[in-house]
């Protein structure tokens, strides 16, 4: 089976620009979270979404927003890029009352 | 609101040597508890999870992990490491509403050395 898939990989963008990252969860999870992981520190939590739904939303600025498809793929966009938004972006997905399911992240460099 | 402290931000130890990972976390509710690892340019993998039960749970590549709630604590052990345990370990809870809003520490590099 298939797991978390996060496109694309690696991403080099300029200040103020935009960005949409793409996370597909595995076949059956209808729930999908986003991370944000800066370098030398522990992942934190941008969004969850279940059934296209917000469920939670971490302490992040509302140029960050997110939406789910009725396929349970999902997007993270970011607005007016900052040098500080520059970290690996997790996507995670699961069933509901399971673990975490990470992908390998999008590598977001602004520059 | 949850918080989780990772104490030691590296650990070198040698080759079939035991080692031991601290984690600590503050919660006003009830919690789970895991441990996720990183390798190097790698998404996390679930390593060992507490939901309730048993206070020592156990991974299949030999690690465990045992839940104290006076202390609140969730320490992770190996009795003999592999160079390939060589990785970044991240201690984290969840609200007992699976899912959501995972509060991660900032994690511990295991460097295991030959």
């Known amino acids: 089976d298939a797991g978390v898939t996060q496109s694309p990989t690696h991403l080099i963008k300029t200040r103020g620009q935009h960005v949409t990252l793409r996370c597909s969860p595995i076949?059956?999870?209808?729930?999908v979270s986003w991370y944000q992981q800066v370098l030398g520190q522990g992942p934190q939590f941008i969004f969850q979404?279940?059934?296209?739904?917000?469920?939670g939303r971490g302490n992040f600025p509302d140029r960050f927003s997110a939406r789910q498809f009725p396929n349970y793929s999902s997007e993270l966009n970011v607005n007016a890029l900052l040098l500080g938004d520059s970290a690996l972006y997790l996507c995670?997905?699961?069933?509901?009352?399971?673990?975490?399911?990470f992908g390998n992240g999008t590598r977001l460099t602004v520059t | 609101a949850q918080s989780v402290t990772q104490l030691d931000s590296q650990v070198p130890v040698f080759e079939e040597a035991p080692v031991e990972l601290r984690c600590n976390y503050s919660?006003?509710?009830?919690?789970?508890l895991f441990w996720y690892v990183q390798y190097p340019n790698q998404g996390l993998q679930l390593l060992l999870k507490?939901?309730?039960?048993?206070?020592l749970v156990k991974s299949i590549n030999g690690f465990e992990a045992e839940f104290n709630k006076s202390q609140t604590s969730f320490h992770l052990r190996k009795p003999s490491v592999h160079i390939s345990d060589t990785a970044e370990y991240f201690c984290?809870?969840?609200?007992?509403?699976?899912?959501?809003?995972?509060?991660f520490g900032p994690g511990t590099r295991l460097s295991v050395l030959p």
């Open positions: 995670a997905s699961s069933l509901e009352g399971s673990p975490l399911h």
């Open positions: 076949s059956g999870h209808k729930s």
């Open positions: 979404y279940y059934e296209k739904e917000e469920r």
């Open positions: 919660s006003s509710v009830s919690v789970y």
């Open positions: 507490y939901l309730s039960g048993s206070t």
């Open positions: 984290a809870v969840s609200p007992g509403n699976y899912g959501q809003n995972f509060v």
